[in-house]
């Protein structure tokens, strides 16, 4: 999964065309102008939806500035079972209801990481094509000391953008500023912030964004209509096929066509 780039870092007093200059990326392929932007919070093991977010724009922002929710993919995925899926939950100490992502603090005390880093490597991918592959950096991910959520969720997706060979920028938004906007407001704001022309936005959001909030910042809403790839996957027949795990099982089942695979399924009629 490219060199990792570097985070912005938090707003200082200046130039306000300097700071909103920092933010702006170049568009894919060269232009100048016609910046797209996708935002998201940071989810663990992420999916391959959120992947395609990311391959698609030229800045992916996280949003590590917005409330966590329980029971939601900040701290959770499934990845493959030789039976049915099997969920991968990191324990976070428990909070205030009002927690915001970037404060959410890893349990510890209970035992995740062996737990996750067992099911992956003996139960759920020992055997697939390229386990081999992505071992060593998967193993270095779950020896390491992890304190904040955040900073763990954010992680994974790197290695997962790293082996996919996505070089799409990630930012945090919680080092871009202070927005005081809320939902559509909020979003508008950041992609402000960034240079956005066009936010592409996952199609769960249709029931609540509000485009037209969007293009008072002089932003376009670009829908992202995703379409899940089929695959080989190692431990399963083609008519098993099971869908929306996370990316790690396309990358784990298909190793340097992950990205091919993805990106095909996005020209099916």
């Known amino acids: 999964m490219s060199a ?7 707003d200082r007093a ?13 568009a894919k392929g060269g232009a100048t102008s016609g910046v797209t932007v996708a935002l998201h919070q940071p989810h663990y093991l992420p999916w391959l939806g959120l992947l395609d977010k990311i391959d698609r724009c030229d800045l992916f922002i996280i949003l590590d500035n917005v409330q966590f929710e329980r029971r939601g ?57 390229y386990w081999r592959d992505y071992r ?7 020896e390491k000391e992890w304190e904040n959520l955040a900073d763990l969720a954010v992680a994974t997706t790197r290695m997962l953008i790293r082996g996919f060979g996505i070089d799409t920028p990630l930012v945090l938004a919680s080092e871009m500023g202070d927005f005081p906007g809320h939902k559509s407001e909020l979003l508008a704001q950041i992609c402000a912030k960034a240079g ?7 199609d769960g959001a249709k029931d609540y964004l509000e485009p037209e909030t969007l293009h008072h910042y002089g932003i ?5 209509r995703f379409r899940h790839p089929v695959y080989p996957q190692h431990a399963r027949e083609p008519e098993d096929f099971v869908p929306r795990l996370s990316a790690i099982d396309l990358l784990l089942n298909t190793g340097p066509e992950a990205l091919h695979i993805l990106r095909q399924a996005r020209t099916r009629s």
């Open 220 to 224: 376009d809403v670009q829908w992202q």
């Open 136 to 142: 060593e950096e998967i193993a270095h991910m779950y």
């Open 73 to 129: 993919w900040q701290n959770r995925n499934y990845v493959a079972g030789s039976g049915k899926p099997v969920l991968l939950t990191v324990p976070v100490a428990q909070g205030s209801r009002d927690d915001r992502i970037r404060d959410k603090v890893v349990d510890n005390n209970q035992k995740w990481k062996s737990r996750h880093y067992k099911a992956l490597a003996e139960h759920c991918y020992r055997k697939a094509p």
């Open 196 to 202: 956005a022309t066009t936010m592409l936005s996952g």
């Open 4 to 10: 990792t780039p570097p985070s912005p870092s938090p």
């Open 14 to 26: 200046g130039d306000p065309r300097a700071e909103e200059q920092r933010h702006r990326p170049a």
